[in-house]
T-cell receptor
Framework: NAGVMQNPRHLVRRRGQEARLRCSPM?????VYWYRQLPEEGLKFMVY????????ESGMPKERFSAEFPKEGPSILRIQQVVRGDSAAYFC??????????????FGPGTRLTVL | GENVEQHPSTLSVQEGDSAVIKCTYS??????FPWYKQELGKRPQLIID?????GEKKDQRIAVTLNKTAKHFSLHITETQPEDSAVYFC???????????FGSGTQLTVLP
């Protein structure tokens, strides 16, 4: 059973370009979460999705950031017109379906975005 | 929303000694408290978690305690080893909200 997968692992973009980060959850997991980690800081929640639905996007900036989790394929975090302040590690996590209070989250290896 | 505070930010112990990291949370609705270990450049890995219906949980050298009244929980690592050196994050979440709110992390260094 493969763990959470993210790609690319490293992404370099110039200011103004678009960044697309992909996340495939663990098999059997239907909940996906995106977190951002700045150097030497903690993980900040961005968005929580289930298949075809955004459940909670309270941590995601209103401008330039969007996320989706289509019926088929990986979840995608999209950052338009990137700025230097977007440079960070972006981690995806997944958890099992609801029920029984099981909300353990398992993290992917992260995508390290560098904006030049 | 939830606010999680974690102390200390750095902790150095001698190999074989115990390490304790403490966290407080603000939302009384939180009922799930995981701890993650993150090595440099790696993903956070779940090492232990506790739910609000128990006060203590142990797994080999690692234990977590929870005081719901005071809204704080702690991670205890006994007989520390150099490979325990990493950043440890506490987090709090609720069954309904599901998202986790993380503490700011503790850099643990185990000195040989």
């Amino acid at each position: 059973n493969a763990g959470v997968m993210q790609n690319p692992r490293h992404l370099v973009r110039r200011r103004g370009q678009e960044a697309r980060l992909r996340c495939s959850p663990m098999k059997g997991h239907s909940h996906v979460y995106w977190y951002r980690q700045l150097p030497e800081e903690g993980l900040k929640f961005m968005v929580y999705l289930q298949k075809e639905n955004i459940i909670d996007e309270s941590g995601m900036p209103k401008e330039r950031f969007s996320a989706e989790f289509p019926k088929e394929g990986p979840s995608i975090l999209r950052i338009q017109q990137v700025v230097r302040g977007d440079s960070a590690a972006y981690f995806c996590a997944s958890s099992p379906p609801s029920g029984g209070g099981r909300n353990e989250q398992f993290f992917g290896p992260g995508t390290r975005l560098t904006v030049l | 929303g939830e606010n999680v505070e974690q102390h200390p930010s750095t902790l150095s112990v001698q190999e074989g000694d115990s390490a304790v990291i403490k966290c407080t949370y603000s939302d009384s609705a939180s009922n799930y408290f995981p701890w993650y270990k993150q090595e440099l450049g790696k993903r956070p890995q779940l090492i232990i978690d506790i739910r609000s219906n128990v006060g203590e949980k142990k797994d080999q050298r690692i234990a977590v305690t929870l005081n719901k009244t005071a809204k704080h929980f702690s991670l205890h690592i006994t007989e520390t080893q150099p490979e325990d050196s990493a950043v440890y994050f506490c987090a709090a979440g609720s069954g309904s909200a599901r998202q986790l709110t993380f503490g700011s992390g503790t850099q643990l260094t185990v000195l040989p």
